[in-house]
């Protein structure tokens, strides 16, 4: 059931080997029934800053199910560090009598299904945030052409802002004058894997994944195209192009936000030294003298 819960897609009917407890029959009743069973499960957590990552979630409540009966259930689960994040699901059952095996078939979960989105290739992405979360629907559901067709136009309409921020880095880690240039003239291209064939110089390595240009690799999914492709060799590119996409993504924020960190580290260690050497006022003027000085010093009256 942890399995079925955590990683079957919705759409999908499963056999699950533990899917209930006991059974039990009614009093005065010929029927059965028994519970689901509802083990602690591990799931994303977005809430900030307690979470932000895989937490245990525990389930609210017993749902009690009887034999030869389609069962619709709602499930509710609450992530245990925080008690805030809910996550829903809708599932119907069919349990076999005096077993605790049976069939369970996922109608929808919320929030969807699937690994959570990067924030940072969220924010790279911009006004095609729906699009791209289309595809994410359509490859949690196999649909492989569909998501690889989402991708390749996410990226492709968003390939100016991809290739300014790959710009950015660029002058933030003082490249070399021609790849910059090189990349401004790659983003006037109308197509992203045209922009990436008029690239010769490549990207900073501090950009490269497992030691490979991404923009290599974006470029050699994307002209695989969709003629031709079965729907499962589609969806396997369309899956490489969003963990490449966002895994790029991160490591341009990374670069982004260590040169930030680095700049007011530096901006507060030259504050910091400024204050110290600001001259007190005997430093500008030695021929004064402290006001309770002897020389300063009143008679006392007669």
């Known amino acids: 059931m942890r399995e079925f819960l955590e990683k079957v897609a919705p759409g999908v009917t499963a056999e699950v080997a533990d899917l209930c407890g006991d059974w039990h029959s009614y009093p005065g009743r010929g029927d059965s029934y028994t519970h689901l069973k509802l083990p602690e499960i591990t799931l994303h957590c977005d809430t900030q800053p307690s979470c932000g990552g895989f937490r245990l979630f525990d389930s609210q409540g017993t749902h009690e199910i009887r034999a030869k009966v389609s069962e619709l259930k709602f499930l509710k689960y609450i992530c245990k560090n925080c008690s805030k994040?809910?996550?829903?699901?809708?599932?119907?059952?069919?349990?076999?009598?005096?077993?605790?095996?049976?069939?369970?078939?996922?109608?929808?979960?919320l929030p969807n299904f699937g690994p959570p989105n990067s924030p940072r290739l969220i924010t790279l992405i911009r006004d095609q945030r729906d699009l791209f979360l289309k595809g994410r629907r359509a490859e949690n559901q196999g649909m492989g052409i569909a998501a690889f067709a989402y991708y390749r136009r996410v990226i492709d309409d968003q390939?100016?802002?991809?290739?300014?921020?790959?710009i950015k880095v660029c002058q933030r880690l003082s490249a070399d004058e021609s790849i910059i240039q090189e990349l401004t003239a790659a983003k006037?291209?109308?197509?992203?894997?045209k922009a990436i064939e008029s690239v010769k110089h490549g990207i900073p390595e501090a950009l490269f994944i497992s030691g490979q240009n991404p923009l290599t690799l974006l470029h050699s999914a994307l002209s695989e195209g969709l003629h031709g492709?079965?729907?499962?060799?589609?969806?396997?590119n369309a899956t490489n192009i969003r963990i490449v996409m966002a895994e790029f993504a991160e490591r341009m924020g990374q670069v982004l936000k260590d040169e930030a960190e680095?700049?007011?580290?530096?901006?507060?260690?030259?504050?910091?030294?400024?204050?110290?050497?600001?001259?007190?006022?005997?430093?500008?003027?030695?021929?004064s003298e402290p006001a309770n000085s002897e020389s300063t010093k009143l008679d006392p009256p007669a």
Do not use: H
């Open 262 to 287: 680095l700049s007011a580290a530096v901006s507060r260690l030259l504050n910091k030294k400024s204050a110290s050497a600001k001259p007190t006022l005997s430093e500008t003027n030695p021929s």
């Open 188 to 193: 006037n291209e109308s197509q992203f894997s």
């Open 159 to 166: 390939r100016v802002r991809i290739f300014d921020e790959i």
């Open 229 to 236: 492709k079965s729907d499962e060799e589609c969806l396997e």
């Open 85 to 109: 994040s809910v996550k829903l699901f809708s599932l119907k059952i069919n349990a076999a009598e005096n077993t605790r095996t049976g069939k369970a078939y996922k109608f929808g979960e």
